[in-house]
């Protein structure tokens, strides 16, 4: 079946500093790829999301590119901020029938940002 | 709109009791999803479905119970709560098969005792 597998947290960077969180995954199908973002308290919110291969998505600073021949997802920021402490999720959802209406989710990487 | 409610937010519960979680959602989504979330296991899917009157089991459908006789509401029904069940739950919606990013709830937080 479908598995998202993350890169273990959790991450501590320094303001201003470069993050990198790794994504890869494995599915039959050819799925959407996603990167959801929890903060404390509250449920997951959608950050970016790539369709097809080489799609960059991007959001807030984020980036990340469907690599295809990889298999992988990596959720890539040049400059965090304290604000972006938060616990970040690598998801698939693929679009085939028997898939439909499911999402498969990594274990999530918990990132506290210090000033 | 509202987005994806869910209600309660918080319940503690006695092994053995019975209770349901409610959710709603006002985008006309087709899709409708229940996940528990615990330490370090990421989301598991409970249930899920595909449309009013259709749903199928997900990667830990046991003690849960769930239907949808409406687009709008997916309620879970926890049966005989256990300890195990102690755990964060959302509720979680997206529009179709190509348009498929999921919008959450804010989810329930729930103890059994």
């Known amino acids: 079946g479908d598995s998202v597998t993350q890169m273990e947290g959790p991450v501590t960077l320094s303001e201003e500093a470069f993050l990198t969180i790794n994504c890869t995954y494995t599915a039959t199908g050819y799925p959407s790829l996603f990167w959801y973002v929890q903060y404390p308290g509250e449920g997951l919110q959608l950050l970016l999301k790539?369709?097809?291969?080489?799609d960059k998505g991007s959001n807030k600073g984020f980036e990340a590119t469907y690599r295809k021949e990889t298999t992988s997802f990596h959720l890539e920021k040049g400059s965090v901020q304290v604000s972006d402490s938060a616990v970040y999720f690598c998801a698939l959802s693929d679009r085939g029938d028997t898939n439909a209406g499911k999402s498969t989710f990594g274990d999530g990487t918990t990132l506290t940002v210090k000033p | 709109n509202a987005g994806v409610t869910q209600t309660p937010k918080f319940q503690v519960l006695k092994t053995g009791q019975s209770m349901t979680l409610q959710c709603a959602q006002d985008m006309n989504h087709e899709y409708m999803s229940w996940y528990r979330q615990d330490p370090g296991m990421g989301l598991r899917l409970i249930h899920y479905s595909v449309g009013a009157g259709i749903t199928d089991q997900g990667e830990v459908p046991n003690g849960y119970n769930v239907s949808r006789s409406t687009t709008e509401d997916f309620p879970l029904r926890l049966l005989s709560a256990a300890p195990s069940q102690t755990s964060v739950y959302f509720c979680?919606?997206?529009?179709?098969?190509?348009?498929?990013?999921?919008?959450f709830g804010p989810g329930t937080r729930l103890t059994v005792l």
């Open positions: 979680a919606s997206s529009y179709s098969r190509q348009n498929n990013e999921q919008f």
């Open positions: 790539a369709t097809k291969a080489d």
